[in-house]
């Protein structure tokens, strides 16, 4: 599996972002999907993940209520709508997929897409 990120960008305090994630090979619906970030100089967290089938859905405590994940199986595309963001969750953002129970540790995935970097900043 082959993971592309995109939209990233600029953006004040406050504002709104979508996150996608293409990836490729016909077993991305029996992968589940998770979205990490990394500032510099510290380690990767978790943000979301999302189960295979698209109902189960887990969100780090720090984005919970403003980030929503979701998925399109046919299109092979995951989402990660950022609403209200702050200037701390500006960080490189990075998807990832994955066949673990545990969701939301780096090591319980597999594929990992180059990052896409999300910068809030007036």
């Known amino acids: 599996v082959h993971v592309v990120e995109s939209g990233g960008g600029l953006v004040q305090p406050g504002g709104s972002l979508r996150l996608s994630c293409t990836a490729s090979?016909?077993?991305?619906?029996?992968?589940?999907m998770g979205w990490f970030r990394q500032a510099p100089g510290k380690e990767r967290e978790f943000v979301a993940a999302?189960?295979?089938?698209?109902?189960?859905?887990y969100y780090a405590e720090s984005v919970k209520g403003r980030f929503t994940i979701s998925r399109d199986n046919a299109k092979n595309t995951v989402y990660l709508q950022m609403n209200s963001l702050k200037p701390e969750d500006t960080a490189a953002y990075y998807c990832?997929?994955?066949?673990?129970?545990?969701?939301?540790?780096?090591?319980?995935?597999?594929?990992w897409g180059q990052g896409t970097q999300v910068t809030v900043s007036s």
């Open positions: 999302i189960g295979w089938i698209g109902v189960s859905t």
């Open positions: 090979g016909r077993t991305f619906s029996s992968y589940d």
């Open positions: 990832a997929a994955g066949r673990s129970a545990i969701k939301t540790r780096v090591v319980s995935y597999d594929y």
